[in-house]
């Protein structure tokens, strides 16, 4: 076809003034015809409102012959001698033909999107693709400006300054953009070059683009940066549920519209796995989300078990452990739908748009835990093969989060479980002090921690206060703590001083710790800390000596609180070194305050400044010692305490000189009755006298056994307290023993019947010698 330019002259009141001979090729109608006539008689579609300046568009105009011809009109304005347009000049030709040129087709065939547009950003050229992204044919683009061609958005306003800032600039640029093209029905990711067009002189004339589709890439890099956002955001706790519930913040709404996590019922429990069955599942719902204020979408609340039949999603995914994709039309997707809008019908209009569901196994080292389900509403594309590699792999870190939340809570009830078990329950009767106590497990990720505390009834009214604390977290802890607890209960029932007792404990942690090194077991290491005090409230005297353990606190009757002076051996475990007991008397009333270094050691925390905050606690009016409890954790404890913390309160008694009887006895085996007679009348005067038998046989029995193979000063004591203590003391250091005598031996029956007329019997080294004691009950049967 002949390439024919027409050209053509208006002047400002739109008559046509000049007609070329290209201009009657292509309309038909002759100079003498067109020239004097309005232009727009000469249209077969109205212009839209005429540009200021130069433009380029498609014409239609009407043939001399009726039919319609589209021609591409260039129009340049005409100045006058003022400077005023006194008209335009106007070139017109045919629409682009085939190209001819193998590069000319190589630009309207390329499958990227490809335009040309002049230094106003007015459209000159666009290939196919781009004329299919815009749903626009090139003859409707061409002379106008980008901005008239597309709505007033952000992602346009950006690709607009970039096309002024090449032809203003002269240099390239690239913008990328995530946004919907006039002509696609989905948000695609553009990576778009712009380049500046030179004339002969380097002038900028033009600017060409080429827009690369990435949205694959883009896709891709998304799902990348969530993995990557999931690494730091899942498992920052060790709680099931808030792991749960971290997976759904991440997931919506860039990835699911509505999201969800069920857990099987094992999982919240210390149950081992059972295998999936092959049925209905029956799952239990731990976290959801949506888009939605309140999750309408949801069909189960938070909390609740959901039955999954077999056809479901979920159930499909947990049998074959892998992802389950469904969409919208499919005969499971139809039933699924429906079972979720029986189930709760109310939130059938939130799902009507439901077209995409994704169901992903939570399953991890070889075990299932769960399902993640993803649904699609408003998101408008279908979950495809690539969503479903990347939901498992997100469900596989999240899996692993879970189970670790999952073994920690484990570990955590059986190190609670065993150590609760160990510490006691109830505290023991004794009159020597009254006793409160709290035990503050720690919410760290560490575990449980190895403290705890006891309070031990000793012979002669006596008691012992412990508190330790075992180096390390967990059930390895906790074990070591259970035996520790123990040997100290073994130590004390020998009547050992507090040095001598943690002197025989460290040991212990030493030979432990060798027979672990030993074994080579992968525990923690071995070592603790251990305070041990011994309260007389007939002396009124309390010994206290600590391995590497906090200095207690006194609470004195003026209301004055102050730490024990003494000086803190090293922890148990490290063997060699001496322990120092310090004793102190006490008044009537005195609180002692036994604690674990959770209650004052904590990051960036003052030691003095908490046990200064601890004294001052203990001086707060309280009614009770447990609301004096409940003040020193308020006011003392850390916010978030990173240890576990053991408190035991301890308000000292006294036992006054009447009930207290104590005769000296000469080692003379005559004066076994007088001793006898005087521990009666001492009785009656108790009003004691049902007791009175099976005292003077006790009396009698260790008396003479004290005389007969102990050494003076031989001392004899009555303590009237919940029960009677008989005891005898002698500067022998031999401790007796029972023996079963024979049927012909003239001795050896006497300490088997302390032994069986009484509630218990014993003796105890002292610095003098020994003592030994026996208790009656004075409760009723």
Same mark, same amino acid.
């Given at each position: 076809?002949?390439?024919?330019?027409?050209?053509?002259?208006?002047? $400002?009141?739109?008559?046509?003034?000049?007609?070329?001979?290209?201009?009657?090729?292509?309309?038909?109608?002759?100079?003498?015809?067109?020239?004097?006539?309005?232009?727009?008689?000469?249209?077969?579609?109205?212009?839209?409102?005429?540009?200021?300046?130069?433009?380029?568009?498609?014409?239609?105009?009407?043939?001399?012959?009726?039919?319609?011809?589209?021609?591409? %009109?260039?129009?340049?304005? %005409?100045?006058?001698?003022?400077?005023?347009?006194?008209?335009?000049?106007?070139?017109?030709?045919?629409? $682009?033909?085939?190209?001819?040129?193998? @590069?000319?087709?190589?630009?309207?065939?390329?499958?990227?999107?490809?335009?040309?547009?002049?230094?106003?950003?007015?459209?000159?050229?666009?290939?196919?693709?781009?004329?299919?992204?815009?749903?626009?044919?090139?003859?409707?683009?061409?002379?106008?400006?980008?901005?008239?061609?597309?709505?007033?958005?952000?992602?346009?306003?950006?690709?607009?300054?970039?096309?002024?800032?090449?032809?203003?600039?002269?240099?390239?640029?690239?913008?990328?953009?995530?946004?919907?093209?006039?002509?696609?029905?989905?948000?695609?990711?553009?990576?778009?070059?712009?380049?500046?067009?030179?004339?002969?002189?380097?002038?900028?004339?033009?600017? $060409?683009?080429?827009?690369?589709?990435?949205?694959?890439?883009?896709?891709?890099?998304?799902?990348?940066?969530?993995?990557?956002? @999931?690494?730091?955001?899942?498992?920052?706790?060790?709680?099931?549920?808030?792991?749960?519930?971290?997976?759904?913040?991440?997931?919506?709404?860039?990835?699911?519209?509505?999201?969800?996590?069920?857990?099987?019922?094992?999982?919240?429990?210390?149950?081992?796995?059972?295998?999936?069955?092959?049925?209905?599942?029956?799952?239990?719902?731990?976290?959801?989300?949506?888009?939605?204020?309140?999750?309408?979408?949801?069909?189960?609340? &938070?909390?609740?078990?959901?039955?999954?039949?077999?056809?479901?999603?979920?159930?499909?995914?947990?049998?074959?452990?892998?992802?389950?994709?469904?969409?919208?039309?499919?005969?499971?997707?139809?039933?699924?739908?429906?079972?979720?809008?029986?189930?709760?019908?109310?939130?059938?209009?939130?799902?009507?748009?439901?077209?995409?569901?994704?169901?992903?196994?939570?399953?991890?080292?070889?075990?299932?835990?769960?399902?993640?389900?993803?649904?699609?509403?408003?998101?408008?594309?279908?979950?495809?093969?690539?969503?479903?590699?990347?939901?498992?792999?997100?469900?596989?870190?999240?899996?692993?989060?879970?189970?670790?939340?999952?073994?920690?809570?484990?570990?955590?009830?059986?190190?609670?479980?065993?150590?609760?078990?160990?510490?006691?329950?109830?505290?023991?009767?004794?009159?020597?002090?009254?006793?409160?106590?709290?035990?503050?497990?720690?919410?760290?990720?560490?575990?449980?921690?190895?403290?705890?505390?006891?309070?031990?009834?000793?012979?002669?009214?006596?008691?012992?206060?412990?508190?330790?604390?075992?180096?390390?977290?967990?059930?390895?802890?906790?074990?070591?703590?259970?035996?520790?607890?123990?040997?100290?209960?073994?130590?004390?029932?020998?009547?050992?001083?507090?040095?001598?007792?943690?002197?025989?404990?460290?040991?212990?942690?030493?030979?432990?710790?060798?027979?672990?090194?030993?074994?080579?077991?992968?525990?923690?290491?071995?070592?603790?800390?251990?305070?041990?005090?011994?309260?007389?409230?007939?002396?009124?005297?309390?010994?206290?000596?600590?391995?590497?353990?906090?200095?207690?606190?006194?609470?004195?009757?003026?209301?004055?609180?102050?730490? %024990?002076?003494?000086?803190?051996?090293?922890?148990?475990?490290?063997?060699?070194?001496?322990?120092?007991?310090?004793?102190?008397?006490?008044?009537?009333?005195?609180?002692?305050?036994?604690?674990?270094?959770?209650?004052?050691?904590?990051?960036?925390?003052?030691?003095?400044?908490?046990?200064?905050?601890?004294?001052?606690?203990?001086?707060?009016?309280?009614?009770?010692?447990?609301?004096?409890?409940?003040?020193?954790?308020?006011?003392? &404890?850390?916010?978030?305490?990173?240890?576990?913390?053991?408190? &035991?309160?301890?308000?000292?008694?006294?036992?006054?000189?009447?009930?207290?009887?104590?005769?000296?006895?000469?080692?003379?085996?005559?004066?076994?009755?007088?001793?006898?007679?005087?521990?009666?009348?001492?009785?009656?005067?108790?009003?004691?006298?049902?007791?009175?038998?099976?005292?003077?046989?006790?009396?009698?029995? &260790?008396?003479?056994?004290?005389?007969?193979?102990?050494?003076?000063?031989?001392?004899?004591?009555?303590?009237?307290?919940?029960?009677?203590?008989?005891?005898?003391?002698?500067?022998?250091?031999?401790?007796?023993?029972?023996?079963?005598?024979? $049927?012909?031996?003239?001795?050896?029956?006497?300490?088997?019947?302390?032994?069986?007329?009484?509630?218990?019997?014993?003796?105890?080294?002292?610095?003098?010698?020994?003592?030994?004691? @026996?208790?009656?009950?004075?409760?009723?049967?």
């Amino acid at each position: 076809m002949e390439h024919v330019v027409a050209a053509a002259v208006i002047d $400002a009141h739109g008559i046509v003034t000049g007609w070329s001979e290209g201009a009657r090729l292509l309309t038909g109608h002759t100079a003498g015809e067109a020239v004097g006539r309005a232009a727009s008689d000469l249209l077969a579609e109205d212009l839209p409102p005429r540009a200021d300046g130069e433009w380029t568009r498609p014409v239609v105009v009407r043939h001399r012959d009726g039919h319609p011809v589209t021609l591409v %009109v260039t129009a340049c304005p %005409v100045l006058g001698a003022d400077a005023r347009p006194t008209g335009f000049s106007l070139t017109a030709q045919r629409p $682009a033909a085939p190209e001819p040129t193998l @590069a000319g087709r190589a630009f309207q065939q390329a499958s990227m999107s490809m335009s040309v547009f002049d230094t106003e950003q007015r459209y000159l050229r666009l290939n196919e693709t781009a004329c299919k992204v815009m749903g626009v044919p090139e003859e409707g683009l061409l002379g106008r400006r980008f901005p008239e061609t597309v709505e007033d958005a952000e992602h346009n306003r950006g690709f607009h300054r970039h096309l002024r800032q090449v032809a203003e600039t002269g240099r390239p640029a690239r913008y990328e953009s995530f946004t919907a093209a006039p002509a696609l029905n989905r948000e695609h990711a553009w990576s778009t070059e712009m380049w500046p067009l030179r004339d002969d002189s380097g002038a900028v004339s033009g600017v $060409a683009l080429a827009a690369f589709d990435s949205t694959e890439q883009y896709l891709a890099r998304r799902r990348l940066i969530l993995l990557n956002e @999931a690494a730091a955001s899942i498992g920052t706790t060790l709680d099931v549920v808030r792991t749960a519930e971290e997976v759904i913040e991440l997931l919506v709404p860039q990835f699911a519209d509505f999201a969800s996590v069920d857990l099987l019922e094992w999982v919240l429990s210390a149950d081992e796995p059972p295998p999936v069955p092959d049925g209905e599942i029956v799952l239990r719902r731990v976290a959801h989300g949506s888009g939605r204020e309140g999750t309408p979408e949801a069909a189960v609340r &938070l909390g609740e078990t959901d039955v999954h039949p077999p056809f479901s999603p979920p159930a499909r995914a947990l049998r074959q452990g892998r992802a389950v994709r469904i969409q919208a039309g499919e005969p499971d997707f139809v039933s699924w739908l429906a079972e979720r809008n029986a189930r709760a019908p109310e939130g059938r209009r939130f799902r009507a748009g439901v077209h995409s569901v994704l169901s992903v196994p939570l399953r991890a080292r070889g075990t299932t835990l769960g399902i993640l389900v993803g649904v699609r509403i408003a998101h408008p594309d279908d979950y495809e093969d690539d969503d479903a590699v990347f939901a498992e792999e997100l469900a596989s870190r999240a899996a692993v989060c879970i189970d670790n939340a999952r073994r920690f809570a484990r570990e955590r009830t059986t190190a609670l479980t065993l150590q609760h078990s160990l510490l006691p329950r109830g505290l023991p009767g004794q009159a020597a002090v009254e006793v409160a106590h709290r035990y503050l497990p720690s919410g760290s990720t560490a575990g449980i921690g190895g403290d705890w505390f006891d309070v031990i009834p000793l012979s002669g009214s006596r008691v012992a206060l412990v508190v330790g604390d075992v180096v390390g977290h967990g059930i390895p802890s906790t074990a070591t703590m259970g035996r520790l607890c123990m040997a100290v209960r073994t130590l004390a029932d020998v009547d050992l001083p507090p040095d001598e007792l943690l002197t025989h404990l460290d040991d212990l942690v030493t030979h432990l710790a060798g027979y672990q090194e030993a074994a080579d077991d992968e525990v923690a290491e071995l070592g603790a800390t251990c305070l041990y005090a011994v309260y007389d409230p007939v002396s009124r005297r309390l010994a206290v000596a600590a391995a590497g353990h906090p200095a207690p606190a006194l609470l004195l009757p003026d209301g004055r609180a102050e730490l %024990v002076r003494m000086t803190t051996g090293p922890p148990l475990g490290v063997g060699g070194l001496p322990f120092e007991a310090v004793e102190l008397e006490l008044p009537e009333g005195t609180v002692v305050a036994l604690y674990t270094d959770g209650l004052i050691e904590d990051r960036d925390r003052d030691v003095d400044r908490a046990t200064g905050e601890l004294c001052g606690a203990l001086t707060a009016p309280a009614a009770t010692l447990d609301a004096l409890c409940d003040i020193v954790l308020k006011e003392v &404890l850390p916010e978030e305490p990173s240890d576990d913390v053991a408190l &035991l309160l301890a308000r000292t008694r006294a036992l006054g000189a009447d009930r207290v009887a104590t005769w000296d006895v000469e080692p003379d085996p005559a004066r076994v009755a007088a001793t006898r007679q005087a521990a009666t009348e001492r009785l009656a005067a108790w009003g004691l006298e049902e007791a009175a038998f099976v005292t003077e046989l006790v009396v009698s029995e &260790l008396v003479t056994n004290a005389i007969r193979y102990g050494a003076p000063p031989i001392r004899l004591r009555l303590i009237r307290d919940r029960s009677l203590i008989c005891e005898v003391s002698d500067g022998s250091s031999t401790s007796p023993h029972l023996r079963r005598a024979h $049927a012909f031996d003239e001795g050896g029956r006497g300490l088997l019947l302390v032994a069986q007329l009484t509630q218990r019997w014993g003796s105890r080294q002292t610095d003098r010698g020994k003592t030994i004691w @026996a208790e009656q009950s004075l409760e009723p049967d």
